[in-house]
C-alpha cells in the first residue's frame, strides 16, 4: 500500500508567517502533487513535480512555491500566508498512465 | 462547459436502495477513470478505477462509455457507510488530472 504522510492535520498561523507543509512518500513515486480543496470549487492543483528538484505550476499557483530535493519529499511553501489561503491542503503521489492517484491526510490551514 | 461534470447532489436514498451516479467528461482523448470516496473533512480515497469493458467490485459497478464521454458509478444495497462524496475523476495525458466537483451521497436508515 502507497503511504503519503502529511506533517500536519491541522495548522494554524498568523498572516505574514512563512508557512511549511511537508508530504513525504514511501512507494518511489515519480510524481507528486499539490492541490488545496475549498467547498464548492472541488480540488485544484497548485503545483506538481515529476522528479527530484523539478516542478510545474498548476492552475492557482501564486502565492505558493515549493521544493523537492529528495524524491520523496515535496514541500508546499506559503511565502507570506494571507487570509485567503485559509483552505484543506492534499498532497498526492502518482506512479504512471494507469495508475489513480494516491492522497494524504490532508492538512486543515486556518490564516488568522 | 466544464471538463468533468456531476451531479452534486445531494442524493438522499434509504438503506438498501440502489443508486447511480454520472460524470460527463469533455476532453475525448482521456486515458483513464477513478471513481474515489471523500467522507466529510477528510481526504480523497480511491474506490475503484474505471475500466473500458467496465468492472465490478462487491456492490460497486463501474461502466465506462467512451463514445459518449460518460461515466456511471452504480451502488447496490446501499449501507450507512455508504454517506460520503463522490469524485469523478479523469486523467487526460501526463500528470493532469481532473476532478469533478463530487456528488453527494445520504443513506438514511
Known amino acids: 500500500d502507497v503511504k503519503v504522510t502529511q506533517s500536519s492535520r491541522y495548522l494554524v498561523k498568523r498572516t505574514g508567517e512563512k508557512v511549511f507543509l511537508e508530504c513525504v512518500q514511501d512507494?518511489?513515486?515519480?510524481?507528486m502533487f499539490w492541490y488545496r480543496q475549498d467547498p464548492g470549487l472541488g480540488l485544484r492543483l497548485i503545483y506538481f513535480?515529476?522528479?527530484?528538484?523539478?516542478?510545474e505550476k498548476g492552475d492557482i499557483p501564486e502565492g505558493y512555491s515549493v521544493s523537492r530535493e529528495k524524491k520523496e519529499r515535496f514541500s508546499l511553501i506559503l511565502e507570506s500566508a494571507s487570509t485567503n489561503q485559509t483552505s484543506m491542503y492534499l498532497c498526492?503521489?502518482?506512479?504512471?498512465?494507469?495508475?489513480?492517484?494516491?492522497f494524504g491526510d490532508g492538512t486543515r490551514l486556518s490564516i488568522l | 462547459r466544464k471538463e468533468v461534470e456531476q451531479d452534486p447532489g445531494p442524493f438522499n436514498v434509504p438503506e438498501g436502495a440502489t443508486v447511480a451516479f454520472n460524470c460527463t467528461y469533455s476532453?475525448?482523448?482521456?486515458?483513464?477513470f477513478f471513481w474515489y470516496r471523500q467522507d466529510c473533512r477528510k481526504e480523497p480515497k480511491l474506490l475503484m478505477s474505471?475500466?473500458?469493458s467496465g468492472n465490478e467490485d462487491g456492490r460497486f459497478t463501474a461502466q465506462l462509455n467512451r463514445a459518449s464521454q460518460y461515466i456511471s458509478l452504480l451502488i447496490r444495497d446501499s449501507k450507512l457507510s455508504d454517506s460520503a462524496t463522490y469524485l469523478c475523476?479523469?486523467?487526460?495525458?501526463?500528470?493532469?488530472?481532473?476532478f469533478g466537483p463530487g456528488t453527494r451521497l445520504s443513506v438514511l436508515p
Open positions: 498526492a503521489t502518482w506512479d504512471r498512465v494507469g495508475q489513480p492517484q494516491h
Open positions: 512507494m518511489d513515486h515519480e510524481n
Open positions: 513535480s515529476y522528479d527530484v528538484k523539478m516542478k
Open positions: 476532453n475525448s482523448a482521456s486515458q483513464s
Open positions: 474505471v475500466y473500458s
Open positions: 475523476v479523469v486523467n487526460n495525458y501526463g500528470q493532469n488530472f481532473v
